[in-house]
């Protein structure tokens, strides 16, 4: 047992100073005990998405165990909560829900997983919602731009599918065994004593994660002995699905992740109320349509935040300052516009994220067998994912989107345009595309000669559908960064010496694995160490007074 423990402490060093300073429950009655308490921590958390949410949720548990006094302030600039995690209404119609930005998340995902359950949200599992077309379609293909490479029927797991095991022999099998290896690494980042973790970069490299981020999918799969065929068919599809990246780019560890779909799922009506969930349940003061513009450090060692709350109605602007013991950004630096005056800060790299364009719309229609070279009458898959030709070169844009032309096109589901007269069965689609996708390109995939009924409206810059296309949505997120080999990552503390205060930074961790769960992991990490330093500063104000008895 003890032996166990030094190892897992040999493996985990640089929590190693952490890891001691644990909440106990006798802490907490340390804290009780103080005649004169410390004043109300007051936190600032900036970005309700998945990592501020947690962030709130997370500190409040904490410190309801060390019966803390805090005061949460979250300040959002949208007007929702969830971030790049959010829903938009089919045919604007309430009942309607799809998701727009992070649609999954998988049983290993514990927690999300976890606020799924303690906010009595149901889930539904993706295999699932496949089946549901009920027409002889394959489920999933992976199209190149020329042919489908694989289609595949059923909704087996892409390890165990026999007609995949037929064609590319071990491929499949090893791929699986290397992926439950590598991301097993990561799970130790919840448990003592690499939790909390002060330095990601130390962490990654004490779990032995830096090996795998240092190399591209693409080596490290040809280091494992995975063949390049299955590489490209089946590998490179799920790297584009979920991060709009080919193989020579993204690093292993991104590349395991997009592999390890079992149980994957959704909560039903949208991801966000999980984050809703943990926001409400950090009793924190929320405030929407609230964009921070500035942090000052103060002499004291307090923080003036500066922020601008815009009215949706009479677009009028309410300027406030306010004093903030902790800061915490949950959100990437970047895209925050926040300007820091701190002389000891530490300001994040600017990074490339990805441009991703999102389009979902709903159309009468089935995608065109033509457009796909099928013959005639033969059914498209249900979901399209794309790969390379394997003579064309992967860098050939920047984008590497290549010949496909698009990312991903999903059939997400039968529907019915209530709008129309008599309401009529209809199929609602999402594309992810590097560009804007345009009338003559969706006239196309529905196989419609009709052009001139989607022509384009300049005035507003949508598209004039009418009957082909009924409803139409189109999002630009930069949606995750270009995740190159790296082996450093962002500080999570960009100012401030100790005692919580200061500036603690969460999208660090998107170059790492960038997913709802893994900013779920930070903010939560952020607000275990925070916590952990107000018990220090607890017990080194016990010893002076103990001095002074
Ligand atoms: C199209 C798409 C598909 C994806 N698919 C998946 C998926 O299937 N599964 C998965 O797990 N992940 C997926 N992701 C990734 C996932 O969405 C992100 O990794 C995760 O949601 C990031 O959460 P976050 O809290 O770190 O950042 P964000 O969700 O970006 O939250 C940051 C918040 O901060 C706010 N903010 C920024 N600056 C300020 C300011 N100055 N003042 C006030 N507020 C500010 C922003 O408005 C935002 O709400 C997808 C992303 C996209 C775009
Ligand atoms: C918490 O802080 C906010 C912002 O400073 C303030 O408006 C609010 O009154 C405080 N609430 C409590 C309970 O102290
Ligand atoms: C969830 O449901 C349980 C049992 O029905 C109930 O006790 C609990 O209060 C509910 N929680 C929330 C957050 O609604
Ligand atoms: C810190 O300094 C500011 C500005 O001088 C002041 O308003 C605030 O009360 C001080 N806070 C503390 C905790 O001393
Ligand atoms: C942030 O700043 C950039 C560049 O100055 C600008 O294009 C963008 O609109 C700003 N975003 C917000 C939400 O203010
Ligand atoms: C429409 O989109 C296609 C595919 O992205 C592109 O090749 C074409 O140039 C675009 N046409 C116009 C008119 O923008």
Redesign the pocket.
């Known amino acids: 047992m003890k032996i166990r423990v030094l190892i897992l402490f040999a493996g985990c060093l640089g929590s190693l100073i952490t890891a001691t300073h644990t909440l106990q429950t006798d802490q907490a009655i340390l804290y009780s005990n103080f005649a004169d308490r410390p004043s109300v921590k007051r936190v600032a958390v ?7 949410s947690s962030a709130a949720h997370y500190l409040r548990k904490y410190s309801d165990d060390l019966a803390m006094p805090i005061n949460i302030t979250i ?4 007007a929702y909560i ?4 959010t829903t938009v209404n089919a045919y604007d119609d309430p009942l309607k829900p799809v998701e727009l ?5 998988v049983e290993v995902n514990r927690n999300l997983v976890q606020a799924a359950k303690e906010f009595n949200l149901s889930t539904s599992s993706l295999s699932h919602v496949r089946t549901r077309l009920g027409n002889d379609a394959p489920i999933l293909g992976v199209w190149n731009g020329k042919e489908f490479v694989v289609t595949q029927s059923a909704g087996n797991s892409w390890w165990n599918n026999a007609k995949l095991l037929w064609k590319y022999g071990l491929a499949p099998i090893r791929t699986m065994r290397l992926m439950r290896g590598t991301v097993s690494k990561f799970f130790s980042m919840y448990d003592e004593p690499c939790f909390p973790f002060a330095d990601l970069t130390q962490v990654a490299y004490d779990l032995g994660l830096t090996a795998v981020t240092a190399v591209t999918g693409e080596q490290y799969l040809r280091e494992h002995g995975i063949a390049d065929l299955f590489a490209r068919e089946i590998i490179q599809a799920s790297t584009r699905v ?1 991060y709009a990246q080919n193989l020579p780019l993204i690093h292993g560890l991104e590349t395991m992740v997009c592999m390890a779909t079992d149980g994957a799922m959704a909560v039903e009506g949208g991801n966000w109320q999980m984050f809703e969930g943990m926001v409400q349940a950090s009793r924190a003061d929320v405030r929407l349509q ?4 500035a942090l000052d450090e103060l002499e004291n060692g307090t923080y003036l935040v500066r922020s601008v709350a815009t009215d949706s109605a009479t677009a009028a602007q309410d300027r406030q300052e306010e004093l903030f013991d902790t800061i915490i950004l ?3 630096y970047q ?4 300007t820091i005056n701190s002389p000891l800060a530490h300001v994040p790299d600017k990074i490339p994220y990805v441009t ?1 364009h ?1 389009t979902l719309f709903a159309s009468p229609h089935l995608l065109s067998p033509a457009a796909f070279n099928l013959p005639p009458g033969q059914a498209v898959p249900q979901i399209i994912l794309t790969t390379l030709p394997a003579d064309e070169p992967a860098s050939a844009r920047p984008d590497g989107v290549g010949s496909p032309g698009f990312f991903s096109i999903s059939l997400l589901q039968p529907t019915t345009n209530d709008r129309h007269s008599p309401p009529r069965p209809e199929y609602l689609y999402k594309i992810f595309s590097p560009d804007r996708v345009n009338a003559t390109f969706l006239s196309r995939i529905l196989g419609l000669d009709r052009t001139s009924d989607l022509a384009e409206d300049d005035d507003d810059d949508e598209l004039v559908a009418a009957d082909d296309v009924s409803w139409l949505y189109r999002k630009v ?1 930069q ?2 960064p270009y995740e190159y080999p790296r082996v450093t990552f962002e500080k999570l503390r960009l100012s401030g010496a100790r005692r919580g205060n200061g500036i603690w930074y ?2 660090g961790i ?1 170059s790492l694995i ?4 893994t ?1 779920s992991l930070m903010g939560m990490n952020v607000a275990r160490l925070i916590a952990d330093e107000w018990v220090e500063e607890g017990e080194e104000e016990e010893k002076v007074r103990g001095l002074w008895r």
Not at 46 to 52: D, E, L, N, V
Request: proline share 2%; hydrophobic share 40%.
């Open positions: 900036i970005g309700a998405g998945s990592a501020g300040f959002e600039r949208n969830g971030g790049r995690s930005g992070a649609s999954i998340f979920n609230t964009q921070v513009t949950a959100a990437p895209f925050s516009n926040i991703l999102v997120w949606s995750y969460t999208a998107e960038s997913t709802m769960e900013s």
